[in-house]
């Protein structure tokens, strides 16, 4: 089945750890996002990618980071740097029609 | 800049009565795109419909429509005969054309309750 996956559903990450999001697609589009979403609150954009090995910053890149070395994967690393990273972040893949197709989300949780 | 505004935080609809979720956007750029998504309390974000800023008919999607009002700038959603399964956040969207990139940017959403 086409779609797209995020690892893990739901992760633990100590004060001061550096934590990578999985995003992979089989989708064969072209551009993929992250978002971040706090309780009762929208989806805040953190980067975008629109072609294998570029990328953009987002509304809230600060204390985030991306790789696109394949079509097919878009993991994020949340930093130390990020202040306040427990949220839930929803990976999508854009397509023909410009509709956005949503991973299932990580939920990460700072102890 | 771009904004999505959504004036209803909450809203409550009986089985099988139609409801209107309000969506008004802000941009100055002529094409761009707009799109409703729903996301239960499971998580996932569901695509609803889309309609396009150079469409001339209203999107239609099963139960739900898209009632573009271009001069208002307004995208409000209507879900008919209402069913408990549409109890969720209903997010309005929409699609910058920017310089290079699309962005696409969210409403703060509305939760619809469906009541028996």
């Known amino acids: 089945d086409g779609g797209i996956t995020q690892s893990p559903k739901y992760l633990f990450r100590k004060e001061g750890q550096n934590v990578t999001l999985s995003c992979e697609q089989n989708l064969n589009h072209d551009a993929m996002y992250w978002y971040r979403q706090d309780p009762g609150q929208g989806l805040r954009l953190i980067y975008y990618s629109q072609i294998v090995n570029d990328f953009q910053k987002g509304d809230i890149a600060e204390g985030y980071s991306v790789s696109r070395e394949k079509k097919e994967s878009f993991p994020l690393t949340v930093t130390s740097a990020q202040k306040n990273p427990t949220a839930f972040y929803l990976c999508?893949?854009?397509?023909?029609?410009?509709?956005?197709?949503f991973g299932p989300g990580t939920r990460l949780t700072v102890l | 800049a771009q904004k999505i505004t959504q004036t209803q935080p909450g809203m409550f609809v009986q089985e099988k009565e139609a409801v209107t979720l309000d969506c008004t956007y802000d941009t100055s750029d002529q094409s761009y795109g707009l799109f409703w998504y729903k996301q239960p309390s499971s998580g996932e974000m569901i695509f609803l419909i889309y309609?396009?800023?150079?469409?001339?008919q209203n999107a239609t999607e099963g139960r739900y429509s898209l009632n573009f009002q271009k001069a208002r700038k307004s995208a409000n959603l209507v879900i008919s005969a209402s069913q408990l399964g549409d109890s969720a956040m209903y997010f309005c969207?929409?699609?910058?054309?920017?310089?290079?990139?699309?962005?696409?940017?969210f409403g703060p959403g509305t939760s619809l309750s469906v009541i028996p």
């Open positions: 309609q396009g800023s150079y469409d001339e």
């Open positions: 999508a893949s854009k397509g023909r029609e410009n509709e956005q197709f």
């Open positions: 969207a929409m699609m910058d054309r920017g310089v290079s990139y699309d962005k696409v940017i």
